[in-house]
């Protein structure tokens, strides 16, 4: 799936205009499929263009109240799926639940920045308001500076690791 449109980015009260294309490429295998998605950004300008690109996902590995089973991975140091956090200059990062067997690894080109925190609303129970935790924000970002006529390309790269494949454990007879 590609997708493209033509924009303008302010930055300090100065529009630029830029084009913006999406591609999006599902691959892989039942037990490790795959999601690429690759913008590339234009400056299609007269002036500098410095800002911030950033790819956000919002997702859930049933994080919730400090479950020890979920968490996120970045440097080689593990965190709660429910905290906040974040790391510079990475090439990938990764979250996952260990209790159902799932991993997801995301590589980043160029190397880039992370940061992560719990999606949470409010609800009203019996026992009054409560935080509940519905999932994980993950903004993945790079800082650009496109000269007028460049572009810029990033690839997230997401891998899907699962224990087992309970579709084919299911046809079995």
């Known amino acids: 799936l590609e997708t493209v449109a033509d924009a303008e980015v302010a930055v300090a009260g100065v529009s630029v205009p830029v084009s913006v294309a999406k591609v999006i490429a599902l691959g892989g295998t039942a037990t490790q499929p795959t999601l690429d998605v690759t913008v590339t950004v234009t400056n299609r300008g007269d002036r500098q263009l410095v800002a911030r690109l950033g790819l956000e996902w919002a997702l859930m590995m049933l994080g919730g109240g400090g479950n020890p089973s979920a968490w996120y991975e970045a440097n080689g140091t593990r965190q709660a799926h429910d905290t906040a956090g974040s790391v510079a ?48 924000s993950l903004l993945l970002a790079w800082l650009i500076d496109l000269a007028p006529g460049h572009a810029i390309t990033v690839r997230v790269s997401n891998v899907v690791t699962v224990a087992s494949d309970s579709a084919a454990r299911s046809n079995r007879p």
């Open 89 to 136: 200059a990475i090439g990938s990062i990764k979250q996952g639940n260990d209790w159902i067997g799932i991993e997801l690894e995301s590589r980043l080109e160029p190397a880039g920045d992370a940061w992560w925190a719990p999606i949470e609303t409010v609800s009203n129970s019996e026992a009054g308001f409560e935080r509940v935790y519905q999932g994980s």
